[in-house]
């Protein structure tokens, strides 16, 4: 079974820039979530879907940071434009939904590190 | 308000020896579920271990055990016979509820680095 995919690994790019991520969760999985880690840091909730609907976005910061989620499936997360505190690795993650497993641990993808110049 | 509290921020242990990552949480929530996650230097996020507020044992996954004292609000996890690639970040993270439908919020540690020396 193929785990979370995220695109780009690695992204470098000038300030003011735009920049998009986009996830894969593993099939079946109806919730997904995008975490912002910045280095030393644990993982920050940005936004988490439960299929196509953003259920909390209260952490993204809407003013340059957008976020879909069409069809349920794949994701796309935004920034524009781009500022140096940016600079962070974007870990998406899914889960399975009514699963009857006992942990409903996240799985998450190898993340979009994002270095702004 | 949730909260994840590792108050170590880098930890040292000999090969072969055992260790313990600290981990306390506050919560107001009487159903929660309590994770470990090892993150190599490669990135990915690992799953290690689960605990359910309402389970009576200790969760145990092979070399890791998870000491959960619910009374103080703690969930240690205690690696056995440490080996070189067990060096990584540890993050302590917790759910709130413990119904399997619908969505939660998994809220992380600032993590521990662990190093396992030769």
């Known amino acids: 079974e193929a785990g979370v995919v995220q695109s780009p690994r690695y992204k470098i790019i000038e300030k003011k820039q735009p920049v998009a991520f986009w996830c894969n969760p593993i099939?079946?999985?109806?919730?997904l979530y995008w975490y912002r880690q910045n280095l030393g840091q644990g993982p920050e909730l940005l936004i988490r879907y439960e299929n196509e609907e953003a259920v909390d976005d209260s952490q993204l910061p809407k003013d340059r940071f957008s976020a879909e989620r069409l069809k349920g499936v794949d994701s796309t997360l935004k920034i524009q434009p781009a500022e140096l505190g940016d600079s962070a690795v974007y870990l998406c993650?899914?889960?399975?939904?009514?699963?009857?497993?006992?942990?409903?641990?996240?799985?998450f993808g190898e993340g979009s590190r994002l270095t702004v110049l | 308000a949730q909260k994840i509290t590792q108050t170590q921020p880098g930890m040292f242990v000999q090969e072969k020896e055992a260790v313990t990552l600290d981990c306390t949480y506050d919560?107001?929530?009487?159903?929660?579920?309590l994770f470990w996650y090892k993150q190599p230097s490669s990135g990915e996020m690992i799953f290690l271990i689960y605990?359910?507020?309402?389970?009576?044992q200790n969760a145990t996954e092979g070399r890791y055990s998870l000491n959960f004292q619910k009374a103080r609000k703690s969930a240690n996890l205690v690696i056995s016979a440490s080996q070189l690639g067990d060096s990584a970040m540890y993050f302590c993270?917790?759910?709130?509820?413990?119904?399997?439908?619908?969505?939660?919020?998994?809220?992380f540690g600032t993590g521990t680095r662990l190093k396992v020396l030769a």
């Open positions: 993650a899914s889960s399975p939904l009514r699963t009857g497993a006992i942990t409903g641990e996240l799985f």
């Open positions: 993270a917790m759910r709130e509820g413990l119904r399997l439908e619908g969505t939660y919020k998994y809220i």
């Open positions: 099939s079946g999985h109806n919730t």
């Open positions: 919560t107001s929530d009487p159903s929660y579920g």
């Open positions: 605990q359910g507020s309402y389970d009576q």
